[in-house]
């Protein structure tokens, strides 16, 4: 399976509720901050997005794209984004240098 990231900016008013039901829907999810998620799915960019476009209203932004490589950036994320960030497969954490020589 491959990890797919969502993110969505909805105006202010918006209800996110709906859209968040959806998105808790797959097994293994991760809500990393408000408004961006990180799935494991077989399911297709395309598809995430059609599955998701439903929840939203005019003036909601979103994008699905596939996380691959390396990631870094973990900082202040939590105990629980850093556990499943870091149990992926195929997706190498960027590693940090003491070396300040």
């Given at each position: ?32 901050v ?29 994008f ?38």
């Amino acid at each position: 399976m491959i990890v797919k990231m969502i993110t969505y900016d909805l105006p202010e008013g918006h209800d996110d509720t709906e859209l968040v039901r959806c998105l808790e829907q797959y097994h293994d999810r991760l809500r990393l901050v408000h408004g961006t998620w990180l799935i494991r799915t077989d399911d297709d960019a395309a598809k995430v997005r059609d599955r998701l476009m439903p929840f939203l209203n005019d003036g909601d932004k979103l994008f699905v794209s596939e996380l691959w490589g390396s990631w870094a950036g973990s900082y202040n994320l939590g105990e629980e984004a850093l556990t499943w960030l870091t149990h992926l497969e195929g997706i190498e954490q960027e590693s940090l240098s003491n070396d300040l020589t």
